[in-house]
Every structure is written in structure tokens, then in C-alpha cells.
């Protein structure tokens, strides 16, 4: 049975939301990886930074 063109037009908005929602979610996932290596790159240079100061 054929869609109306109110239902696709409804069905289109849906797949919209959904795609910016993914969207939403990849960025703040990006986020989040980032903040994780930058801080983790930091405390070893930190370490490092301890370790030569402590000899």
C-alpha cells in the first residue's frame, strides 16, 4: 500500500533526527577519545618529568 506524503514527509523527519543524533553521539565519542589520550599523554610526561627531577 502506498505511503501518503505526509507519512513520508514524517518518515524523512524521523530519519533526519536519527541522523544527527548519531552524529551527536560520533562527536562526542571523538570527544571524549581525545580528552582520554591528551590527559594520558600528559600524566607520562608528567612521570617523566618527576622521575628526571627525582635523580
Request: no cysteine; charged share 20%; aromatic share 10%.
Given at each position: 500500500m502506498?505511503?501518503?506524503?505526509?507519512?513520508?514527509?514524517?518518515?524523512?523527519?524521523?530519519?533526519?533526527?536519527w541522523?544527527k543524533?548519531?552524529?551527536?553521539?560520533?562527536?562526542?565519542?571523538?570527544?571524549?577519545?581525545?580528552?582520554?589520550?591528551?590527559?594520558?599523554?600528559?600524566?607520562?610526561?608528567?612521570?617523566?618529568?618527576?622521575?628526571?627531577?627525582?635523580?
Amino acid at each position: 500500500m502506498p505511503k501518503t506524503l505526509t507519512e513520508l514527509r514524517a518518515d524523512f523527519q524521523h530519519l533526519r533526527r536519527w541522523r544527527k543524533s548519531v552524529e551527536q553521539a560520533q562527536s562526542y565519542t571523538f570527544k571524549a577519545v581525545i580528552t582520554i589520550i591528551v590527559s594520558g599523554f600528559l600524566g607520562a610526561v608528567w612521570l617523566g618529568v618527576k622521575a628526571m627531577l627525582g635523580k
